[in-house]
């Protein structure tokens, strides 16, 4: 029977240490909605679990003129149900609202849904499209990764063996924004075949900044830049959005799984960028 010493650090520092001192043999649990499971199957090995939820100051949402801060320990619901989040990220919001079910966000962490870099994870989408700011501690010091950057495949970030990620800082968005996401699963609750989270800003009727990131179907969150090309500069109208819709579909390559044939993906992706853009020119 595998041994696990478990470990309840009460600091961000006493966390950093233990995680210095076992390296590649400890693991971080947070929420443990992932992990827990992953434990027990197996899937993770390590001598050491590291529970940080002790850590009071990672239990925090910091509210700036521009950003707001959210400590690791911060759930989804609290997070989704945050009044500055739900007026200003409100992509946010609806994204992780459609994480699993009231158990599942109740317990599981925002910043926990990052690292974990599951590629039919809902956080790793958002995060991407929204740019967050990713914050990493260790024994050697704090550095900051952009969310555009932390994400290399599979399972696979930039996070090292003994960084702890402690905080996620997320931009606000323009209140005339606009912004949704969109994931398509099976049954609700279930880890979507296809998502997609989208951010338009505009000046009078040309769309200046489009940012289209989609997930579950490449093995990590992944920009559309084609259909960005497609749309920004341009005035939002129902042709526009049928050749956007078009490009997101010539962009995936998807392959046929458990979830679905590749046909029915690409058509899946053409179909959440039409309904996401067809929403934006009837309420935006
Ligand atoms: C029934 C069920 C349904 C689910 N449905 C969905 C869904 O629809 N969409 C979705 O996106 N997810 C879903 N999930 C997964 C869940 O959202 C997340 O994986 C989970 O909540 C991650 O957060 P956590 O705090 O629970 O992390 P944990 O489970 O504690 O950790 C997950 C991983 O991240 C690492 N980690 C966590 N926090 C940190 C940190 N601060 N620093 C460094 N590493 C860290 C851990 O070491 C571990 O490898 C579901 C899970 C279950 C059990």
Same mark, same amino acid.
């Given at each position: 029977?595998?041994? &696990? !010493? ?5 600091? #961000? ?39 940080? *939820? ?10 700036? *003129? ?37 158990? &599942? ?32 501690? +260790?024994? !050697? ?6 969310? *555009? ?29 606009? +912004? ?17 989270? #989208? ?14 990131? /989609? ?16 749309? #920004?500069? !341009? !005035? /939002? ?48």
């Amino acid at each position: 029977m595998q041994q &696990i !010493e478990y470990l309840r650090p009460e600091t #961000v520092e006493e966390a950093t240490e233990m995680l210095a001192e076992h390296g590649g043999n400890a693991v971080v649990l947070a929420g443990g909605q992932s992990l827990t499971q992953m434990l027990k199957q197996r899937l993770v090995g390590g001598e050491y679990v590291v529970d940080i *939820s002790a850590i009071d100051a990672l239990d925090r949402i910091d509210a700036g *003129s521009d950003s707001v801060t959210v400590g690791a320990m911060v759930t989804y619901r609290t997070l989704q149900n945050h009044d500055l989040v739900r007026e200003r990220v409100p992509v946010l919001a609806e994204a992780l609202g459609t994480i699993g079910d009231v158990q &599942i966000r109740s317990k599981g962490t925002f910043a926990g849904g990052i690292a974990h870099a599951d590629p039919q994870g809902d956080p790793p989408v958002v995060a991407s499209a929204l740019d967050v700011t990713l914050q990493l501690s +260790s024994t !050697e010091g704090e550095r900051t990764v952009p969310a *555009s950057d932390f994400y290399y495949g599979l399972f696979d970030t930039e996070l090292e063996s003994d960084e702890l990620l402690t905080g996620v800082e997320i931009p606000l968005l323009p209140p005339d924004a606009y +912004s949704t996401y969109r994931a398509h699963a099976p049954r609700k609750g279930d880890y979507a075949t296809a998502s997609l989270a #989208v951010i338009l800003e505009r000046d009078e009727v040309t769309i200046t900044d489009a940012r289209l990131v /989609l997930g579950s179907i490449p093995e990590k969150p992944t920009p559309l830049d084609a259909v960005t090309d497609e749309l #920004v500069g !341009e !005035e /939002l109208d129902e042709a526009l959005v049928e050749r956007a819709a078009e490009r997101a579909r010539e962009t995936v390559t998807p392959y046929d799984d458990y979830m679905g044939s590749a046909e029915y993906k690409e058509t899946l992706v053409g179909r959440l960028t039409a309904d996401a853009l067809t929403d934006a020119l009837e309420s935006w």
